[in-house]
């Protein structure tokens, strides 16, 4: 990749201020990237051969493009890398061209990998692969029929998971690993996820200790403000750019193209590095979906 091609993709910015964490008395820190965001590995796939028949409902604007998709992807990879983590490149898989969403076919919770019903039934099938791989470092947990639930409901949040029920994940999908969560000792978040959007990841992250961001016009403060120290809204016309995902000492990679989050993440103290998703989201993708931070 040279130098050239890397900037037409990812974009730094640097802006200093004192954050305003607070302290919590730490049981112990082996959820991917909670308390300090460590993130310190990380399992993605390369882009679909047959990319352009990718699901798309809801930012997607043209067929998916799988050149440029995996444009973006290597990108993408490159900002994981440069934040110290590191990343595993699964290939892709022509029967499934959503396959690059690995976020979806499993869920990390102290070193095991609960692998879910996908909920979309056109996804099911892609979890074997995934399963493959993580079996040889995780213990593999699968739910039982029935169960439905995409990884992208999932956020970690500091000592909880944040649970999304949505159109892909549904109650009993929930309730099983809302169980397994709850007996490693973590709390757990169901939240309500409307129809307005796909995933809970889709229109929340949690950058660092303590903040939510959350996109307007689709949480409520009262599914946060009882957790969260701090919210930080984002307009609803850039709804897509709340998917981030934060690093130790306020880093924080986001999605290139939204001008008014960057400004508000700047303001609140944040070293951003930008990633060009346009291509990604043509297919319902954001930054998050592209990865399973496992460590």
Not at 65 to 73: F, K, L
Not at 160 to 179: H, Q
Not at 261 to 271: A, D, P, W
């Amino acid at each position: 990749m040279t130098a050239l091609w890397k900037s037409s993709f990812l974009i730094y910015t640097f802006h200093d201020r004192i954050p305003k964490h607070y302290e919590r008395n730490l049981r112990r820190s082996t959820v991917p990237g909670a308390y300090d965001r460590s993130r310190k590995s990380a399992v993605v796939r390369s882009i679909s051969s047959n990319f352009s028949q990718a699901l798309s409902s809801y930012f997607g604007t043209k067929i998916p493009n799988q050149e440029e998709a995996q444009g973006s992807h290597n990108a993408y990879v490159t900002a994981l890398r440069a934040h110290g983590t590191e990343v595993t490149v699964l290939p892709e898989l022509s029967a499934f061209p959503d396959s690059c969403f690995v976020e979806d076919t499993a869920v990390m919770v102290d070193g095991k990998a609960i692998i879910p019903n996908m909920g979309h039934p056109s996804r099911e099938g892609e979890q074997q692969a995934v399963m493959d791989h993580m079996s040889n470092f995780a213990e593999i947990i699968q739910m039982p029929k029935g169960a439905k639930l995409d990884g992208g409901d999932i956020i970690f949040f500091d000592d909880r998971y944040l649970v999304g029920i949505s159109t892909r994940t549904n109650k009993e999908g929930a309730n099983f690993l809302s169980n397994f969560i709850k007996e490693d000792g973590y709390g757990v978040e169901l939240i309500n996820v409307p129809d307005s959007t796909l995933h809970l990841t889709t229109v929340c992250s949690s950058p660092r200790q303590g903040t939510i961001i959350a996109a307007e016009g689709h949480l409520t403060e009262n599914q946060i403000s009882h957790f969260a120290e701090e919210i930080i809204w984002i307009p609803n016309n850039e709804s897509y750019a709340s998917n981030t995902i934060g690093y130790s000492n306020d880093r924080l990679i986001v999605a290139g193209g939204f001008p008014k989050t960057r400004n508000i993440l700047q303001n609140e103290g944040f070293r951003l590095m930008s990633v060009d998703m346009e291509p990604i989201m043509q297919a319902d993708g954001s930054l998050t979906c592209l990865s399973i931070f496992t460590s």
